[in-house]
């Protein structure tokens, strides 16, 4: 059982959990994550990465955002609840150098796994372009703290409702074109974003590391269900990620291989809407 | 398998008894020979498509007592010497024709804490029951004495009374054991190890505790219940149980003994990383490891539509490669989960099926269609990346190669096709390398399966390891022979450890 310490709602479907969790506060590193379950007997098993942790007080923290009924569960847990099962860290750490300059790409909810890696290369001297972005203003997350740590920090929404209008791809590109070109980039965001993101980089040269949230079961190698084409190579996010080269990952079937039970999840929903509208009418013909 | 139904069979087993226990001079070889070897009662063929029960219901009393009847008695015990954990096969077989059954159970229990276990998913066809002297005498292993069903007999008449015997703890020394994995070799050594007074401590990744027996199994072979009470016995001995932890990851095994002062380590983490064909297509929506298939349906309870979170892909046309134990479960739990052709594609022929003869019948009776001498070529894909067909290769018997089994050549020209929307791909098991890749002092083989000695020592000391880990992908039971090895060399390390320590004080 792991305790849920706090609670902070940070956009309209965003959510920031404090959970007591001592040993993995203790072992975690960049780029790690855990996976949770909110029911022993029938709950699925939810990856999430480990936005930041606190060794002394033995605290890991966790974002998510509501996708599906898990994650809507887990949204109405409150502080002093607890959730039966988290294990973790799970992955592969980052590799953390000096690199010199990197660009640093958050979309919507992937800058949630961006911020402690950002946070690492800072620490590791590095210089940080940050570019944060989301379909709209309500939608991004951790705008102060990825600022904070940030030498060049530039926000944009596909809307235009802040900063500036338009997809995370064209600042990128932009810095791209500067001479010196960076040394590296990392993108993390929806999958098509880290596609073009990486397609944006490719001409340029720009080494570019992507953070990959497949279709997981246990997180430890024995399944197989994370399994990406990466160049020649099969890999397995949960031990062999969850960071590749983006520009080796075969985005598509990674995005045809996350939609594997969009049938059968839609059905779910829609019963899920069935037996709500059924609730609604008992209530009402009581 | 016989076409009698339950009750039949079961009313002639009541009738031979009763003609046999009222003779008036004991039962002599001769007679023994002539009692006819008794057939499993099972769940109907057809009402087990759509349920998760155990499809073998067990022996009767009657019947339990007539098979043991058919046991000579023999002076030299192969069955014994083939028993990875070396049960006095004969000595609790007499109890049972006795009706001694708490005698029997007393007396496997002297060397095995899961018989219910054993019982089930052994090969006793390859272990104890092949050179049973009754069935060399009848021409046929399958009619040697059935010893796991006489084993799975009396653990469940134990089970039954509902007063399961804790085995006794020798009081406590004060030394700490860690055991990483609760599978089979886990659940042994924790067993032998808690026995001698040691503190045992077993460290699960799953939220759920079995290992294999609990996500690949399925219940319709092994029913949880049986993993839950084989488990709640090591609870009652004092064994202290960590879900959730991942060594390796959640803490480093070589801080297990520095930093929380474990006297010894167990490794028993099996083999889980799934072997994939590496033929073209085979990253399509729709293809499996057996192990992402069985463990949605098993542990993750998918079979379960109504109540599970997760979901279980719905096939209606499905090819499994492989023709080992797993390749059959992920079989059968196909035609559970409602699939209307499933076909198990195999390169050789039936006759070097790794799998148990009787699973092969069990999925031949549930409908499944055995393609042998056929394997897969490459996965054709259709809409949205999802499998549409496999294309296959057909193949002949040649030179037998390392395994002594005659190899499959391919047939140029041979390719066709098979309309299937799911392929589930069952052909083995590499070592899991979590825990080697944060242990570098641990010596491991080119295939990254623990290297350990006799005793199964690792190259580090105080750390040994058994089961898959070690064995590559292998048995239940050979995985708690090795387990039942490595507790004896933790024992007697730590009591040599603990008298020394007594002398010196």
Request: proline share 5%; hydrophobic share 40%.
């Amino acid at each position: 059982m792991t305790k849920i310490l706090h609670k902070k709602q940070l956009s309209k479907d965003v959510y920031l959990m404090k959970l007591d969790a001592p040993l993995i506060a203790e072992e975690r590193k960049a780029g790690q994550f855990i996976i949770l379950q909110l029911d022993d007997n029938y709950g699925e098993r939810i990856p999430l990465t480990i936005a930041d942790a606190d060794k002394d007080e033995g605290s890991i923290s966790i974002i998510f955002q509501v996708v599906g009924k898990s994650t809507q569960d887990l949204s109405k847990m409150n502080a002093g609840q607890s959730i039966p099962t988290l294990v973790g860290p799970l992955g592969t750490p980052t590799h953390i150098d000096n690199f010199g300059t990197v660009v640093c790409v958050g979309g919507g909810i992937g800058v949630a796994p961006l911020h402690p890696i950002a946070q690492a290369l800072k620490a590791a001297g590095n210089k940080l372009v940050i570019i944060i972005g989301a379909r709209s203003k309500d939608l991004l997350i951790l705008e102060d703290e990825m600022k904070a740590i940030a030498d060049e920090f530039i926000v944009c929404t596909d809307d235009g409702s802040y900063g500036r209008k338009a997809l995370v791809t064209e600042p990128l590109k932009e810095v791209c074109e500067r001479n010196p070109k960076p040394d590296m980039s990392i993108a993390i965001g929806p999958p098509i974003m880290m596609k073009f993101c990486a397609e944006t980089t490719r001409p340029y040269d720009v080494h570019t590391l992507v953070s990959l949230n497949t279709i997981m079961v246990d997180g430890t190698g024995m399944c197989g269900g994370c399994r990406v084409n990466v160049g020649e190579d099969v890999k397995f996010v949960c031990v062999d990620g969850p960071e590749f080269d983006g520009h080796k990952v075969d985005f598509d079937n990674m995005i045809s291989r996350l939609n594997s039970y969009k049938d059968i999840e839609q059905e779910a929903h829609e019963c899920n809407l069935d037996r709500q509208v059924e609730e609604k009418k008992m209530e009402v013909s009581k | 398998m016989s076409n009698l139904s339950n009750e039949e069979i079961q009313a002639k087993a009541i009738e031979l008894l009763e003609e046999i226990v009222t003779r008036e001079e004991p039962i002599k070889p001769r007679d023994r020979m002539k009692i006819p070897p008794q057939a499993m009662p099972h769940q109907n063929e057809f009402a087990r498509r759509n349920n998760l029960d155990e499809v073998a219901l067990g022996l009767t009393m009657e019947q339990a007592r007539l098979e043991a009847m058919r046991c000579l008695q023999c002076v030299k015990k192969t069955c014994v010497n083939d028993c990875p954990v070396f049960i006095d096969i004969p000595g609790f077989i007499q109890y049972i024709a006795d009706g001694d059954m708490q005698g029997a159970a007393d007396e496997i229990k002297k060397v095995s804490l899961l018989p219910s276990i054993c019982g089930r998913v052994c090969p006793q066809e390859t272990q104890c029951q092949q050179n049973c002297t009754v069935g060399k005498a009848l021409k046929d292993v399958d009619k040697g004495v059935a010893i796991g069903r006489l084993e799975r007999f009396v653990a469940d008449w134990e089970r039954a009374t509902g007063n399961i015997k804790i085995p006794e703890v020798k009081p406590e020394t004060g030394k700490k054991v860690a055991v990483i994995g609760s599978g089979p070799a886990g659940l042994v050594v924790a067993a032998d190890v808690r026995r001698e007074g040691h503190h045992v401590t077993i460290f699960e990744a799953f939220h759920k505790l079995g290992g294999v027996m609990r996500y690949g199994i399925p219940e319709f072979r092994l029913p949880n219940d049986i993993i839950d009470q084989e488990i709640s016995t090591l609870e009652k001995m004092g064994v202290e149980f960590k879900t959730n932890f991942v060594v390796g990851r959640t803490r480093k095994l070589m801080d297990l003994i520095k930093k929380d002062g474990y006297d010894a380590i167990f490794v028993g983490t099996g083999a889980g990383l799934p072997m994939f064909m590496g033929i073209d297509g085979e990253n399509l929506v729709g293809v499996f490891s057996a192990n992402e298939y069985l463990t949605r349906a098993n542990l993750m309870r998918a079979f379960d539509r109504e109540h599970a979170d997760t979901p279980i892909y719905q096939s209606k046309n499905v090819a499994v490669l492989g023709g080992g134990n797993v390749a059959m479960d992920a079989a059968r739990m196909a035609v559970r989960l409602g699939a209307d052709n499933v076909y198990v594609v195999y390169r050789r022929t039936e006759k070097e099926m790794p799998a148990r003869v009787e699973e092969v019948a069990h999925a031949k009776e549930e409908g499944i269609e055995f393609h042998f001498l056929r394997n897969a070529k490459r996965i054709i894909g259709g809409e949205n990346g999802r499998v549409k067909a496999m294309e296959c290769l057909k193949y002949e018997l040649g030179e037998p190669d390392d395994s002594g089994r005659r190899r499959p050549v391919v047939i140029p020209g041979s390719e066709f096709t098979l309309d299937v929307d799911t392929v589930i791909v069952s052909i083995g098991n590499g070592s899991n390398p979590l825990i080697s890749q944060t242990t570098p002092e641990l010596e491991v083989n080119r295939w990254g399966n623990i290297i350990v000695d006799d005793n199964q020592k690792t190259s580090v000391d105080k750390i040994y390891a058994g089961g898959d880990i070690v064995l590559g992908a292998a048995t239940v039971i050979l995985a708690m022979g090795e387990g039942r090895k490595a507790a004896a060399a933790i024992n007697k390390m730590l009591s040599d450890e603990f008298a020394a320590e007594a002398k010196n004080n």
